[in-house]
């Protein structure tokens, strides 16, 4: 649980840094490119600890799980990628749900909060939401509103399958990746 919680101690600490100067700081210091290297390496050191935290923390049950709420994620897991998958496309889609990304995140944490009762589940994935929550409701809409890109039609068809596609990539091979088998 421990190398959870200074995972996420890491991760979200260096999330933190846009919000103060300290980000102008360090770029004025060391560049831009440079500080986006920085910025992913320590962001991918707190996730990674995270996730191995996770795999190796106690099992604590702060509430049984549900019965049949193993579907909830299958079922959710869906229009959460294809909305992570609409971050990364010049799509009408990306600017109707505004923060995609975050938003594939909020619904990701929610179904497997859900659907695992545990502390490290809800430290993990929890968090997660949290943040993205946080973010959604704080966040500055006046960039979102002022780069619209044209109806896209094709790029939104594309979102749909590409999204479905990592959607069905993750399902098969989800013990693969977690260690968990999705239980049906």
């Known amino acids: 649980m421990?190398?959870?919680?200074?995972?996420?101690?890491?991760?979200?600490?260096?999330?933190?840094?846009?919000?103060?100067?300290?980000k102008k700081q360090l770029i004025n210091k060391i560049g831009q490119q440079p500080y986006l290297g920085l910025f992913s390496l320590?962001?991918?050191l707190g996730l990674g600890l995270m996730i191995y935290g996770k795999g190796h923390a106690d099992i604590i049950h702060l509430f049984p799980p549900i019965e049949s709420a193993h579907w909830v994620p299958v079922i959710l897991m869906w229009p959460a990628f294809i909305s992570l998958t609409c971050t990364y496309l010049p799509c009408s889609m990306k600017t109707?749900?505004?923060?995609?990304?975050?938003?594939g995140v909020?619904?990701?944490?929610?179904?497997?909060?859900f659907a695992n009762?545990?502390?490290?589940?809800?430290?993990?994935?929890g968090s997660f939401g949290v943040y993205s929550l946080?973010?959604?409701?704080?966040?500055?809409?006046?960039?979102?509103a002022t780069s619209?890109?044209?109806?896209t039609l094709g790029l939104n068809i594309l979102a749909i399958v590409l999204?479905?596609?990592?959607?069905?990539?993750?399902?098969?091979?989800?013990?693969?990746i977690t260690g968990m088998p999705i239980p049906i």
């Open 106 to 113: 909020l619904i990701f944490s929610a179904a497997h909060v």
């Open 148 to 151: 619209k890109p044209k109806k």
């Open 134 to 144: 946080l973010t959604i409701i704080f966040s500055n809409n006046e960039q979102i």
């Open 2 to 22: 421990e190398l959870l919680i200074i995972g996420m101690i890491i991760f979200y600490g260096v999330h933190l840094v846009p919000i103060f100067s300290l």
């Open 117 to 125: 009762g545990d502390l490290a589940t809800l430290l993990l994935v």
């Open 42 to 44: 320590v962001s991918a």
């Open 163 to 176: 999204g479905s596609l990592v959607y069905i990539l993750a399902f098969v091979f989800h013990q693969h």
């Open 96 to 103: 109707t749900l505004r923060h995609p990304m975050l938003l």
